[in-house]
Structures are given as structure tokens and as C-alpha cells.
């Protein structure tokens, strides 16, 4: 396991001091890990669980249970796909197939220049408004292929 | 005069281009210094007229949609701020049929106010049942929830009065009430409206839940696919606190009540309530062998209070108007109102709020006007990933608990999702078994293992591979789920299934090309 560089240790403390003494407080941890790393470093387990008085284990256990926790940095953007019945009736599968094609990656990957994530999503409850997708916590609704790839387009170059 | 302008802020009407819109108005009434007040209203839940701009006028409210910000010159230009005629106005939005025909109750100020304001809340009635429910006593608040009718809107239907009343009778210390908003049925988005819309009425919903069993916390357990209703919720909870509604005496009574947000991480399961409480204390969500039930031994070993978004929502009319009020709408055992959500391929689709007892082909085509595509419905699936598909001979269903039951379906949510034609009920039934294996917590068998066999087993009918054989044990597989599963996650995954093998078979004997 490679140990957390020292920006990242300090990262990992300031959230644990801030929610170390909220009830049941591990996942609300993990949730300010991710959002201050953009992934949860597997070197963050030893440093969560011993705050915590958990055992790695149960961290590593609670991190892998959940689809939202992240075990490598995502994409400059995360585009999420609704793949839930009410966006299959009005061709999901088929907006999904264009992104993996207009993307060049499955779901669950990465671009290799970083750019963009792909993820499957089981829906944003925007179900009369279908297909829907989200990017980077902005909602879309009625997309088509078109759409998509303005979307896609309209999102800025990484820096 | 200042005129006033309300663009909705609700996620869905944003993912139509809202916030553009809303921002060409601001830009042009400023380069021509037109007085304008803009309000970020929710949404009235005409999903189909998404962005709805409405105008405020001495005759009511004018509404223009679909308004993209290309419209907006041409709005101005027109008049819509005296609600002139333009291309795009739909008249009054009290007057819009789809709309005027509803019983809003519990949804009665979303799209109407200002979802983050106090002071628009109280002006629209807002706080009312908190003021009755301080003057009674907390035996009396649990009656006049009893007395309702209400039944959990989350999908189990149960009598929201006995749970309330299980948790009061339990002489401990510490209580909680947790708001399970974990909407994760396709199809729903009732929960996700009422947070972003009157986020106040859940607060008030859950306060007035607090003083009738004892309880000092409240946590609402929130979906991280919301982003929107949880900035919402926090500058509402915030807002909340400031006025003294929330914190160590709620309104100068005394009594404390303490409300935080904790969102999940994306995982269907955390909606089963077990598994939220499992979740809310950090934990991985798997699902909890009952009994002890979560009202005696919930949240960290404590009487807990779990109820859907909904159920807690209509909380607040129930005491200002009295039980007898609300128990009035609908018939038999489902009293009250019920936000249906009409979604997937459907001409009009979104939020509707009326009496039990609709049928679900006046839903479809009265309010929804038929497929989005234009070709015929072919079926519905009413209740989430977890609800049976209906045909359309069974369209004439009202939509109420005991009717869909007697049809071998369920009402869930209240979500209802279209089909057109095009649909290929075996692939729906494959989704169904891969949904459950994606999302099951894998504490009992027939759910972890039996869910995978199925999306296999019906893979092998798609390829035509003994499709007699393989039917007959998927027939099986699903009575083994159903009995044998802990929670409705495993138990109801067949229930879909095998309301595709039984009213459309032919999806399951025909061949498909390679």
C-alpha cells in the first residue's frame, strides 16, 4: 500500500478532526475524504480506521460497499448515464452505447487523457424528463446524441 | 411597477436549460432598466412545459413554456410581463387543466414560493400544524395521525399512526426521527420535487414527528444523486434554526429538536429502512433481521421514527386541518392524497397530485396524452424497479393500495413508468435480475446469488437456448427469491419478472436476430 503524501495526510486529518466526534461519523469521513482528494487513497484506510477505532477491515468493508466511493481520481469531469427503466423507455441503452463510442471507453473508465469518467447511474429522479444524464453534479434532461455531444464538447479543456 | 418573474430552480426544469433562461431575463431587463424581481420558484410538476416561466399579473399568474433563452427577446418583445399573447403562454397556470384538476394538499406551495424563504413559507400557511401540534399533547398529535389514515408513502403502506405510536409508547431517553430520502425508484421524483420545492414542509413534517414521540434528533438520509435538494434542505434547515423552528426550544416551548442531513453514497438498498439506519451510523447498508423493529430498536439501539419524504411532508396539513380533512380524500384504506409521478415515454409527463382511486388509463392518456413516441403504450410498470408490469387490458386499474394488490401489483412510490411497443419485456425481466445483483447487499443468498442466476438463466432465453426449460426455472428461482429473501430488495425483484413472463409471454419464445 503506498503511503499518503504528506498534503494528502493532512487532508485526511483535517476532515477526521472536524467529524471524528458525530455519531456514527465513517461515512460522512469518507464523503469529505473524496471531496477533498477526489478518491479515497488506499493509504487513508490505516489513518480513517485507527481515528475512528474502527478496524481497516470494517473502512475498507464500508468504502467498497458503496458504488458513490472511489478508489482511483476520477476524470477532470464524471459523466453519469441513468440507466433505470424510465430512461430505457426512451432509449438509455442506446445514449449509453453513443457515450462509450464518442468517449472511447467503457463504463467505469476513464479517458486516457483524463478528461472524462463514465459511470452508470440508477436514476437522478428526473424520470418525466428522460433520458437523463448528469455531469459533474449538473443535471440534463431529453438528451440525445446530439446533446451529448455538445455537452460534451461545451465542457472546458483540462487545464 | 417591479414586475415579478418566477423561473423554477428545480433540478428537472434546470436540466431543460432553466438556468439560462432565468439568466437572459435578468440580462435583458438590466440593459433596458425594467424593474424586475426574479424568484427561483420549484416546480408546479408539468415536467413537459419545463422551463415554465410564470408572470405575476393583477388577473393571477401567466404562464409561458417551454421558454429556452433563444424565447426570451420575443417574451419581452410580446409583453409577457402584462401575461400578453405569445406563441408559448398557456394562460393562467391555475387554469391549466392538467394542473387545475389536482387535489394539491401536500405539495400545495411547490412551484408557488420561494423554496429557501421563511417569510413565504408563513404567508402560505406554512407552520401551522407546528402551532397546533405545541398546544396538544404528544399522545393527541399521534392520534390526529392515526385518525388520517395516512399510510407510508415510501412504498410499504403502513399506518404511519401505529408506527408513531409504537415509538412514543417506548419509555426511553433518546429517540430519533429519520426521513428516509433515499428515492431511488425509477420512475419517482415526488420526494426530490417536495425537498426542492418546500423543503420547509418536510422541517415542520419532522419537527411536528419529534414532539409526538419525544424525540431531540432528526437526521434526513438523503441520496447523493441530489445535489440540488441538499443545498436546498441546508439553507432551509439553516434558515429554520435562525428563526428559533429548530434547536433547543422550538418555537419558545422548550422542547428541543435537533435536524441534520446525511447523505448516502449510492446504494439502492439504503432505502430499505434497516439498511439506512445501518447506513446513518456509518456502517455498510446491509438490511437488519426484524424483529426488534426499527420503532423500538432503531438508530443506535433507539426508538426510531422512519418515514418517507411524503409521509412526513403531509404531516403538517394533517394538524392544521384535522384528521378528518385529510382522511376525507380517497376511499377504503387508502385515505389521503397521493403524488403520482408519471414518467418515462409519455407525452406529459410529471407530478400529480389527487385523491386514491384514479384510474391508471386516465393518468396515461388524459393527463400523460399518450407515448412520447406516438406509438401505442404497451406496458406500465407502476411502483419502481420492484413493481410488476401491467398490460393494457389492465389499464382500467384505479390506482389505490387494494386494487393494483388485487392485480399482483403494487403501487410502491406512486411512480409510473411508460413502455411504447418497442419494448422487449425479456430484456426488462434481464434488467430486473441485473438490477438486484448490482444493488443487493449480499447478506441472505436468494438476493446475492439468485439475482445473477437470473440475469443468466434469462440471457439463455434471449439466445434461444432451450427457452421452455429455462422459463420453467426462472419460474422457479423467483418463488425461491420471493419466500426465501430478507427484504423486499431479494422478495420483490421477481415481481416485475413474473408479471413479464405472464402477460407477455411471446417476448420470452421469440427468436431475436444475433
Known amino acids: 500500500m503506498q503511503e499518503l503524501a504528506p498534503p494528502q495526510r493532512e487532508a485526511v486529518r483535517r476532515v477526521l478532526e472536524r467529524l471524528k466526534g458525530a455519531p456514527g461519523p465513517l461515512i460522512e469521513v469518507l464523503h469529505g475524504v473524496q471531496e477533498a482528494l477526489g478518491f479515497i487513497p488506499a493509504g487513508a484506510v490505516p489513518l480513517i480506521a485507527q481515528e475512528l477505532n474502527l478496524s481497516r477491515a470494517e473502512v475498507h ?35 449509453l452505447a453513443h457515450a462509450r463510442v464518442r468517449l472511447g471507453i467503457d463504463v467505469h473508465e476513464t479517458t486516457p487523457d483524463g478528461r472524462f469518467s463514465l459511470e452508470p447511474v440508477y436514476c437522478l429522479g428526473n424520470c418525466a424528463c428522460s433520458p437523463a444524464l448528469m455531469i459533474d453534479g449538473e443535471l440534463y434532461g431529453r438528451v440525445t446524441a446530439n446533446r451529448f455531444d455538445a455537452l460534451i464538447a461545451a465542457q472546458e479543456p483540462k487545464r | 411597477m417591479t414586475a415579478t418573474v418566477y423561473v423554477p430552480r428545480d433540478a428537472a426544469a434546470l436540466s431543460l436549460g432553466a438556468e439560462e433562461v432565468a439568466h437572459a431575463i435578468g440580462i435583458y431587463a438590466a440593459a433596458r432598466n425594467l424593474p424586475l424581481k426574479l424568484v427561483r420558484n ?33 417574451l419581452f418583445e410580446a409583453g409577457f410581463l402584462r401575461g400578453a399573447p405569445h406563441a408559448l403562454h398557456r394562460g393562467l397556470t ?3 387543466p392538467y394542473f387545475k384538476s389536482q387535489q394539491r394538499l401536500t405539495f400545495a406551495r411547490v412551484g408557488v414560493t420561494d423554496p429557501t424563504s421563511l417569510p413565504d413559507y408563513l404567508a402560505h400557511g406554512g407552520y401551522r400544524g407546528l402551532e397546533r401540534a405545541l398546544e396538544l399533547a404528544p399522545a393527541a398529535i399521534v392520534q390526529a395521525i392515526t385518525d388520517s389514515g395516512l399510510r407510508g408513502r415510501g412504498g410499504a403502506a403502513f ?84 428563526e428559533g423552528y429548530l434547536g433547543e426550544s422550538v418555537r419558545g416551548s422548550g422542547k428541543r429538536f435537533d435536524l441534520g442531513v446525511r447523505l448516502g453514497a449510492g446504494a439502492y438498498i439504503c432505502g430499505e429502512e434497516t439498511s439506512m439506519l445501518e447506513s446513518l451510523e456509518g456502517r455498510r447498508g446491509e438490511v437488519r433481521v426484524r ?21 412526513l411532508a403531509s404531516v403538517p396539513i394533517i394538524l392544521e386541518r384535522g384528521a378528518p380533512f385529510y382522511r376525507d380524500y380517497g376511499s377504503g384504506k387508502s385515505r389521503g392524497t397521493l403524488p403520482i409521478q408519471l414518467a418515462g415515454n409519455i407525452r406529459r409527463g410529471g407530478l400529480i397530485e389527487r385523491a386514491f382511486g384514479l384510474p391508471l388509463q386516465e393518468l396515461l392518456y388524459d393527463y400523460g396524452g399518450g407515448s412520447a413516441s406516438g406509438r401505442p403504450i404497451r406496458a406500465v410498470q407502476v411502483g419502481g424497479p420492484l413493481g410488476a408490469y401491467i398490460p393494457a387490458s389492465q389499464f382500467d386499474v384505479r390506482i389505490d393500495y387494494e386494487a393494483l394488490a388485487d392485480i399482483g401489483a403494487l403501487l410502491g412510490h406512486g411512480g409510473i413508468v411508460v413502455f411504447d411497443d418497442t419494448v422487449d419485456m425479456a430484456r426488462m425481466a434481464r434488467y430486473a435480475m441485473e438490477f438486484c445483483a448490482i444493488e443487493s447487499c449480499g447478506k441472505c443468498t436468494p438476493c446475492r446469488i439468485g439475482s445473477t442466476r437470473g440475469v443468466e438463466i434469462v440471457e439463455r432465453i434471449l439466445g434461444g437456448v432451450e427457452p421452455a426449460s429455462n422459463v420453467a426455472l426462472l419460474e422457479e428461482l423467483c418463488e425461491t427469491m420471493l419466500h426465501g429473501s430478507l427484504c423486499g430488495l431479494g422478495g420483490m425483484t421477481p415481481f416485475p419478472v413474473q408479471s413479464a413472463l405472464k402477460h407477455f409471454p411471446e417476448d420470452f419464445r421469440r427468436t431475436r436476430p444475433q
Not at chain 2, 208 to 234: C, N, S, W
Request: hydrophobic share 40%.
Open chain 1, 61 to 95: 468493508g464500508v468504502i467498497t460497499f458503496y458504488h458513490h466511493f472511489r478508489h482511483a481520481p476520477a476524470g477532470t469531469h464524471t459523466v453519469q448515464v441513468c440507466r433505470a427503466e424510465a430512461c430505457q423507455s426512451m432509449g438509455a441503452e442506446a445514449l
Open chain 2, 291 to 311: 424483529p426488534p423493529l426499527p420503532a423500538v430498536k432503531g438508530l443506535f439501539g433507539r426508538p426510531t421514527i422512519v418515514n418517507n419524504v411524503i409521509s
Open chain 2, 159 to 242: 399506518p404511519t399512526g401505529i408506527k408513531w405510536k409504537t415509538v412514543l409508547d417506548q419509555a426511553v431517553d433518546q429517540k430519533y426521527v429519520t426521513c428516509n430520502a433515499d428515492e431511488g425508484d425509477s420512475g419517482t421524483f415526488a420526494d426530490r420535487m417536495l425537498m426542492e420545492g418546500d423543503p420547509f414542509a418536510l422541517i415542520e413534517g419532522m419537527t411536528i414527528a419529534a414532539l409526538a414521540v419525544g424525540a431531540t434528533q432528526g437526521f434526513i438520509y438523503l441520496r447523493a444523486e441530489y445535489p440540488h435538494a441538499h443545498r436546498v434542505l441546508h439553507q432551509a434547515i439553516a434558515a429554520a434554526y435562525h
Open chain 2, 42 to 74: 420549484g416546480t408546479r410538476g408539468m415536467c413537459w412545459l419545463e422551463p415554465l416561466v410564470e408572470v405575476e399579473t393583477p388577473s393571477g399568474r401567466h404562464a409561458y413554456g417551454p421558454v429556452s433563452a433563444a424565447d426570451v427577446a420575443g
Open chain 2, 94 to 96: 391555475a387554469e391549466i
